[in-house]
């Protein structure tokens, strides 16, 4: 597989480990991959009863390395410390940050999958977590979180094997993905596809159009006013006519994920995440959340325009006994990246039971 390993994680790859699963893996849409590769990082030291084994369902575009992409929540003395908790972390699948995706060899033809990698759903990436969970002994997750698409996982994972998870973190994420969330990802994908050597399977294909693409995303990721803020230009130019900074901005955002990522997961993952939907074969969504028995937090956040806070409060009402806390935050959805404090804050109280 192409992986460049500087973004495996925040020491170069170092702290990355692999797991090689011969028997491959079934996928929800009939196809077989013949082998399946796991990339994942773990901190800190599983305790005898595996109280304090917390498992991070990532999202998007982030690694295996929480300490990457959440430095302010997880590391020595942080919420998540390593030296009380055994993190897991596993790169999802059709990522390209050391788990199978489009760019892992297919091993009936010797070259990349490329475009001819299969469909693939949450709920196959959750079956690559119960395939990593059992290899490390794991048999009772202490708290299970997840944030944006990360939730997604965390959500499928309580549903699909309630007893194994103690407490549920579900933070900004929806049990059902709506023609909302679509619509951003269909456009984002027309971006990739109108980008003709995305046809060129080759691992800098679709280039250009993965930077259109994550400009698109970024605008749902934030909010009207966050842009407005951080990208305002100096009230005292009052000549500018071309040249803005959000453009530059909105260029710069598309050049930094295409030095990590490639259209190829980009577009993989969003088929993943348009077929997000707990309720399917299960008698719906309110049903599928009736089988979590975990104790639940659900957060949403208040600017959030991609999974608003109706998206939470559905969450909120399918878990019985579940708990909704509604975060204050400028930055939109991104806030669950950004808002280290506030957080903590909420977690502490939850496992306390003050909420």
């Known amino acids: 597989m192409i992986v460049q390993e500087k973004y ?21 849409c009939g196809a077989h991959l013949e082998e399946l590769d796991i990339a994942y990082v773990t901190y800190g ?45 596993a ?14 060899i297919n091993p009936k033809t010797g070259k990349p999958y490329y475009r001819s990698f299969p469909l693939i759903t ?16 794991i048999n009772s997750i202490e708290i299970i979180l997840g944030c944006s698409i990360g939730g997604h996982q965390a959500i499928e994972w309580a549903i699909s094997n309630p007893p194994l998870i103690k407490n549920a973190f579900f933070v900004a994420t929806t049990a059902v993905n709506t023609p909302w969330v679509s619509a951003f990802n269909e456009a984002q994908r027309m971006a990739i596809e109108a980008d003709q050597t995305f046809y060129d399977d080759n691992p800098n294909g679709g280039e250009l159009g993965l930077k259109s693409a994550r400009a698109m995303a970024l605008i749902s990721y934030r909010n009207r006013e966050t842009f407005n803020r951080t990208q305002a230009e100096d009230p005292n130019d009052l000549d500018k006519l071309d040249h803005f900074r959000v453009s530059s901005y909105q260029v710069h955002q598309g050049n930094k994920l295409a030095d990590r990522f490639n ?89 306390n039971g003050e909420l």
Not at 48 to 70: K, L
Not at 122 to 137: F, M, N, P, W, Y
Not at 287 to 302: E, M, P, Q, S, Y
Request: charged letters at 20%; hydrophobic letters at 35%.
């Open 45 to 89: 030291t599983m305790n005898a009863d595996q109280s304090n084994v917390v498992w991070m369902c990532h999202a998007y575009t982030a690694n295996a390395d929480p300490i990457d992409w959440w430095p302010g929540m997880v590391g020595e003395g942080k919420f998540f410390d390593p030296a009380k908790y055994f993190i897991v972390c």
């Open 91 to 104: 790169n999802i699948l059709g990522s390209c940050y050391g788990t199978t995706g489009p760019l892992s």
């Open 122 to 137: 949450v709920r196959d990436q959750v079956k690559c977590h119960e395939i990593l969970r059992k290899h490390l002994g």
């Open 263 to 351: 259209a190829y997961s980009y577009y993989t993952l969003s088929k993943a995440l348009d077929s997000h939907n707990v309720g399917r074969g299960r008698d719906g969504f309110l049903a599928a959340l009736g089988r979590i028995t975990a104790h639940t937090l659900v957060i949403g956040i208040d600017t959030d325009i991609l999974f608003p806070v109706e998206d939470q409060l559905i969450i909120h009402k399918g878990i019985k006994g579940s708990v909704l806390r509604i975060l204050a935050s400028v930055y939109g959805h991104d806030g669950f990246l950004l808002e280290f404090e506030k957080q903590s804050k909420i977690y502490t109280q939850f496992l």
């Open 8 to 28: 495996l994680s925040h020491d170069g790859g170092k702290s990355v480990k692999y797991y090689h699963h011969s028997e491959g893996l079934d996928l929800e």
